[in-house]
């Protein structure tokens, strides 16, 4: 069974550029999340998509956005890209269980740096 | 919304030496589970834990949540240079998985 792929593996932007990171979920998987973990700190929750649509997002700005895709694949959206923005892009994917967040898989991430 | 804080942040242990690392709510939790990321890889799911007091065991982990379910810890008896890497705690329900900023593990052989 394929895991989480995520893609690109690193990319490399500048200062008031986009970036888009594409993620793939396991199959059979509804639910897609979206965190950032910078050098040296923790897993900060993103986004969470279930079923094509956004369920909850975390204490990010505007410019952080992404969408579900019929196929459960997932993409996120980092417009007008600042020097803080520069992390390691974690995606994850779970069943979605009645009443619980099941177990996550996450991908290898996409390394964003902006420079 | 919920959080979690896990003491310490960082642990330096001597190989063979035992290792714990606390996650603490001031909240009761529905349930909480543990992941584990080595050193330039993913987070990886260790266990989840769900009932009040619940006690579980893989190999030299042993996972404990609280009576009230506001904490939870890992212990690792007798470290290996393979432990090393930062151990999460997550709050765990019906909404997306809150990660407490981890715990990190050196081992030093």
């Known amino acids: 069974e394929a895991g989480v792929t995520q893609s690109p593996t690193h990319l490399i932007k500048t200062r008031g550029q986009q970036a888009t990171l594409r993620c793939s979920p396991i199959s059979g998987h509804t639910s897609v999340y979206w965190y950032q973990q910078a050098l040296g700190l923790g897993l900060q929750f993103l986004l969470w998509y279930d079923e094509g649509e956004e369920r909850n997002r975390g204490n990010f700005p505007p410019r952080f956005s992404g969408r579900q895709f019929p196929n459960y694949s997932s993409e996120l959206n980092v417009n007008a890209l600042e020097l803080e923005d520069s992390a390691l892009y974690l995606c994850?994917?779970?069943?979605?269980?009645?009443?619980?967040?099941?177990?996550?898989?996450f991908g290898e991430g996409s390394r964003l740096t902006v420079l | 919304g919920q959080q979690v804080m896990q003491i310490p942040q960082y642990q330096h242990v001597q190989e063979g030496e035992d290792f714990t690392t606390y996650c603490n709510s001031s909240?009761?939790?529905?349930?909480i589970q543990w992941y584990k990321q080595r050193p330039g890889g993913h987070p990886v799911f260790l266990i989840q834990?769900?009932?009040?007091?619940e006690v579980k065991k893989q190999k030299r982990l042993t996972f404990q949540f609280g009576e009230a379910k506001k904490n939870s810890s890992l212990h690792i008896t007798a470290t290996q240079t393979t432990d090393v890497g930062t151990y999460f705690c997550t709050l765990s329900g019906n909404t997306p998985l809150v990660f407490g900023k981890g715990t990190r593990l050196s081992v030093i052989a």
């Open positions: 994850a994917s779970s069943r979605r269980l009645a009443g619980n967040t099941g177990e996550l898989f």
């Open positions: 834990l769900v009932k009040s007091g």
């Open positions: 909240t009761t939790l529905s349930n």
